[in-house]
Structure formats: C-alpha cells, structure tokens
C-alpha cells in the first residue's frame, strides 16, 4: 500500500484556498490573455453579437422610416379630405317612421356603448417589426445593460434584487470594473460609458439601448483581440499582417456573389461563407488547435463592420461614430483604424463665414474634422496625419477651398511646411502643400469673377491673392535662408529638390495666364536661377504689354512688391541680412537687371519700400522708403503730390496713395504717419 506524503489538508483551509484562487482569477482574468486558441468558432462568438445588434438598428431605422412615411401620407390624406369637404353641398336630413324613432328616443340616449373589439388590437401589435420586441429578443445581461441596473456580466457581483432604491444612484455609468482603456479613463470609472450616457438626452431610449450594446460589444472585441494583449509575431507592416487585415474583404466579395447567384436563382442564401473562411484559416496551423493569426483577422473583421455601419446612412449618430473611433484608438494603431476614420470625415462641409472661423470644432456640421487633432496626436513624428486628410478633403471637393483663408489653416499651412526641412519627412507633407497652393491660385480666379458682382469695398480676390503671396514668399525664404547659412550641400540639395517638386506640380496644374504661374516663376527664378522660369516671365510681361490692360498691368506689379517685400522680411528675420531693406535691395537688384518688356521693375523697389514698411510698422523703414521715392521723383524731376488719386503715371511712378497704402502724408510735421480706423 503506498501512502501520499503531503500533509493533510483541513476542510477549512481548503475553502479558504480556493476562495483565494477564484479571487486571484477573477482580478487577475483581465490582465492576463485567455489560454483559449483561436478558432473559427471564437472568432464568430465575438463578431456575431456586433452584427446582432447593428442589424437590430437597420430595423429599428427602417421601421420608423416607415411609421414616419405613413404618417405623411395620413396627413396628406387627411389634408385632400378636408379641401373636398369644402366643396361638398350638405346633405338634408331624411325622416322616416318620426313616430316610432320618438317611441324609443330614450331608451337609444341611456344604451351603453359597444366595448371595441379586441382584434384590431392585436392585429396592429403584430404588424409591428421584429426590431419593436427587442425586450423579448435580446438577452436579459443585455437588458440590465440597457436598463443601467448592471454594467458588468461578472459573476461575482450579487443579484439585481439586492440592489434597493437607495443604491440606484450609486450604480452609474462611472462604476465600471471592467475598463481597461489606457488614456481617457480614470481610476474610478470609465469615461467612456459617461460619454455614452450623455447622448440620452439626444436619442430615444430603444436607439440608445442598441447603441450602448453596440459600444459593449466592440469594447469586447477590441479588448479580446488587443495587440499587447495577443502580441503577433508579425510586424504591422510587413506583408503577412497587411494581408491579413484584406481577409474581411476578402469575405465581403464571397458574400456579395454568393449573394447574388442566390437571387438570380431566385433562392436565399443560408452559406455561412466568412465562417467556412475562419475554417479554412485555422486549418493552415495543423500542430495544434487554431491559428494565432485570426486574432489580427478578427479584429480588422469588426473594424470593417463599424465601418460599413458608418457608411450608411443616419444609422449612426455623429457623438456615436466619434466615440466608437477614439474606442478603437485607444486598442489599436493608427493605422488600422485609417479606414474608419475616412468613412467618417468624407463628407461635404459648409463654407466658413469668417476668417475667425474654427475649423476644428467639437460642435455642428465640422464635428468630424475635431477627431482629425486627436488622431494627428497619436501618429507618428513628421508623418501630418492632419495635412494628409486636410489635403485629401480638399482635392475631393469637399472642403471649400475658402477654409484656406482662415487664420486657423495659416498657422496649420506655416507648420507642416516646415517639415519640408527634415531630412525624413513624408510625402504627404508635399502633397499637402502642392494641394494648397493648386487651391489658393483657382480661388484667385474665383474671387477675380466675383469682382464684379460684389461691393468695391469688399475686394474678394485681394485676400485670397495675399495669402497667394505669402505662402510663395515663405518657400522662396526657406530655400534663400539655406543657401546663404552654414548648411551643408547635401541639405541644400534635398531640400531645393522637394521645393522644386512643388513649383513643378503647381506649374504644370494652372493656366500660364494665372497669377499664381507668374509668382511661382518668380520664385523659381530667385532660387534656381532656371532659364526656363526667366521665358516664362518674359511671356507674361510681353501678353500684358500686347493687351493694354492697365488694371491688370497694376495689380501684377502690386503682387510683385508685396512678394519681395514678404521674402526680405522673411530674410532678414532669419538672419540672412543685418535689416530688411538690406534683403530688399538684394532682391530688387536681381530683378531689375531683368529684360523684361515694358521695363515693369523701374519703380518696383520704392513699391516694395512702403509694402516692407507697413509689414514691419518700423519708422526706420518707413524713412528708408520715403527716402527712396524722394530720389525717385527727384531723378524724374517730379514733385511729391500733396493729394490725388491712387492712379498710375506714364513713367511709372505713382502717387502717395499706391505707394503708402496704410500711411498717410501729415502735412503739419511733415512726415508720413499710420492712418487711424
């Protein structure tokens, strides 16, 4: 007989020691990954209480889509029906057998009325659509979810008829045990389900409810298929994981056709086909039971169903969608959640009202472009997944192009175009600044056909044409501040090869009569010095001298001195020269030994002189510019004019008002001064 030699173990103990197991399981059964394998039969059990409740939502929809047609067409009904009783002449009252009807009078005043019938009850209560009766459908943990009597399935947690109304207040959304999200959340509560808990106010409670399942059982799979919690052993990018997340699509195809040979056979379709894929998928691991890598295709399965939930139609609310994708950040990489995002964001946007507008509102029609800084946030250095949208939004049409005007997508502009200088920089950034600029030139020409039905003092193409200006003159700085600093000619090199790459594409994109391909010629000139650039001003210059257009004439050597005096500020700031009119003179040497027709650079340094001074709002510059013109007009043997209008003389020169737009002539102390509002 063999005898154990562990030591004998009291009831007591026993129960004490698995109390204490069960408790270090039930604490420790969310931190841990389940041993379970991933099988087709796991996978369904996550995704199939996701398409339960998205398809109880269509129903819902559909069904009060169809109370809400049969009501219109009631009231129309009842609408004809009172325009024909109008019309109607009045029927005259028939007596017959008066004295038999007076004979029962009383008895027919005191007869009790007929109880309605009960069939029609039932009849209208049974018409009613399936997605009506979800209380006897869905389970109970579901309705105490909806309910919000429990908020956790644990089996640890009591009945529900221990719960008194006293402890109600206790039990809200903030008492979750089971969050796990890794930035919002607190140490108390989730901040999601308060989140989700505030769109009451906004939604029926039937629309609420699905939501809310909704919401759990993507939190659920999220949770189950978590990259830190089932680490792949195949990198996010590499090529295995990349066709994994084209499984799902995959699925859809299968489905589609399986779909419609049933209707062309004129038979539905029971062919389980995404669970004959997961099977399939699972047999390639033969060693053991499941395939690790179902957890990655599973995760991308449930992504593409919210997706295609989003794509349709008011079955989601904004507050919904937007909560469901900052869900998603919070499990996964920004780059699985790419698709997601799109399908929220494409969509048509109004025109902004003022230049104050905000474009990244939490609040109305922009909502979705609020969830674009959340997700700039999280991805990765240099990469601008802010631009990238912006500028997809606006090759689409579906941002107006106006937005570009704002102060808040200047400063955004200014920002992204300084990634140009990174030594590892994307593509995107380059795309987002050939998108913006290609946009600003065809709004000039937009504005330009305003003109003339709008009011003279309004001007609509002046501010589009100097935010034009200014984004050319801040390329053409950068690329000047590099060439004449300490940086190395590899650095010069990569930079004016991207910067070269813009002014090509914008180039080859716009008419050679813009505006916009005569600055940006200027530009390449300055930097490059290309023979190509100086052909193309010497048409510009020569169509204006052919047409005779004065205004047209005016306002290109208007934009002319604006750029030269944007780009010696620029210089001068970034240390290129000791003052800006240093950098302006350099500038205005270079141009004006041009061989231009018409000589239209003859008085383009004093132009530039006062557009600088009213930039720097410097009293030095302003002299310097004064002075310039004194000598100008000396040389012509012009005197200063002490009034006159804003026009043009024959030799070039203009007159104070052109020259020192902003400033005024003080004839008392005999300087210029800054005109007061």
């Known amino acids: 007989m063999e005898y154990s030699l562990s030591p004998p173990r009291h009831r007591h103990s026993t129960l004490t020691h698995n109390n204490t197991n069960n408790n270090k399981t039930t604490t420790s059964s969310s931190a841990q990954p389940s041993t379970q394998p991933w099988t087709a039969t796991r996978c369904h059990r996550l995704l199939r209480p996701l398409l339960t409740h998205i398809s109880a939502l269509r129903k819902d929809k559909a069904w009060k889509a169809l109370a809400a047609q049969e009501e219109a067409n009631n009231a129309k009904r009842r609408r004809d029906e009172s325009d024909t009783a109008a019309y109607r002449p009045e029927k005259r009252p028939c007596r017959k057998y008066s004295g038999k009807a007076s004979r029962h009078a009383a008895y027919d005043e005191i007869e009790t009325p007929k109880k309605p019938s009960q069939t029609r009850r039932r009849r209208v209560r049974c018409a009613r659509p399936a997605s009506s009766r979800q209380e006897v459908i869905l389970p109970t943990p579901f309705l105490r979810r909806v309910k919000n009597h429990a908020l956790s399935s644990s089996p640890n947690r009591g009945p529900v008829d221990d719960i008194t109304l006293e402890e109600e207040p206790k039990v809200t959304a903030t008492s979750s045990t089971r969050c796990s999200h890794r930035q919002r959340c607190a140490k108390r509560g989730c901040l999601f389900e308060v989140e989700l808990a505030s769109l009451k106010t906004s939604t029926d409670p039937q629309r609420h409810g699905l939501f809310k399942s909704i919401f759990n059982a993507f939190d659920a799979l999220l949770r189950s298929t978590s990259a830190s919690k089932y680490p792949s052993p195949a990198a996010p ?104 995002i799109d399908a929220y964001i494409q969509r048509p946007y109004p025109k902004p009202v003022a230049a104050e507008d905000s474009l990244f509102t939490s609040q ?10 959340v997700c700039d946030a999280l991805a990765s250095p240099g990469a601008s997944f802010l631009a990238t949208k912006l500028s997809e939004l606006l090759s689409m049409g579906l941002l107006p192009a106006k937005w570009i005007l704002t102060k808040e997508f200047k400063a955004l502009w200014v920002s992204t175009a300084g990634l140009i200088l990174k030594k590892r920089y994307r593509q995107n950034v380059v795309n987002f600044v050939i998108t913006t600029l290609t946009n600003m030139c065809t709004l000039v020409s937009n504005s330009d056909r305003l003109a003339g039905r709008m009011k003279e003092d309004e001007q609509p193409w002046q501010k589009a044409q100097n935010t034009l200006v200014g984004s050319i003159a801040a390329l053409t700085s950068i690329m000047l501040l590099l060439q004449d600093g300490v940086s190395t000619p590899n650095r010069i090199e990569m930079v004016g090869g991207r910067i070269k790459f813009i002014l090509d594409s914008c180039l080859r994109s716009l008419d050679s009569n813009h505006i916009g391909t005569y600055l ?55 240390g290129a020269h000791a003052s800006p009119t240093e950098s302006l003179a350099h500038l205005c040497d270079e141009l004006e030994t041009l061989q231009l027709p018409g000589a239209p650079f003859t008085n383009l340094r004093v132009e530039a002189a006062f557009s600088l001074a009213e930039q720097t709002a410097d009293l030095k510059d302003l002299a310097f510019a004064e002075d310039l013109k004194a000598r100008r007009n000396s040389v012509l043997g012009q005197q200063l004019p002490s009034t006159g209008s804003s026009e043009r003389t024959g030799s070039g020169c203009l007159d104070e008002t052109s020259l020192a737009g902003g400033f005024r002539w003080d004839g008392g102390i005999s300087e210029w001064v800054n005109v007061s509002p």
């Open 364 to 373: 109305g029609a922009l909502r979705p472009l609020g969830l674009l800084k």
């Open 520 to 574: 940006l010629n200027i530009c390449a000139y300055l930097i490059f010095k290309t023979e190509d650039a100086l052909s193309e001003l010497t048409k510009a210059w020569g169509k204006l001298e052919k047409s005779a257009g004065k205004e047209e004439r005016t306002r290109q050597i208007d934009a002319t001195a604006v750029f030269v005096s944007s780009v010696a500020y620029y210089c001068s700031r970034g």
């Open 237 to 340: 990018k590499s090529l295995l994981a990349m066709c994994l997340r084209r499984v799902p699509e995959y699925v859809a195809e299968l489905e589609y056709w399986d779909q419609k040979d049933a209707e062309e056979r004129g038979a539905k379709s029971d062919k389980q086909v995404s669970f004959e894929v997961y099977t399939e998928l699972e047999g390639l691991n033969p060693v053991s039971d499941g395939w690790r890598h179902l957890c990655a295709v599973v995760r991308a399965h449930g992504v593409r169903i919210i997706r295609e939930a989003v794509l349709e139609d008011q079955l989601f609310d904004d507050a919904f969608t937007d909560l469901l994708i900052r869900l998603a950040l919070q499990y996964l990489p920004l780059m699985e959640c790419v698709g997601l």
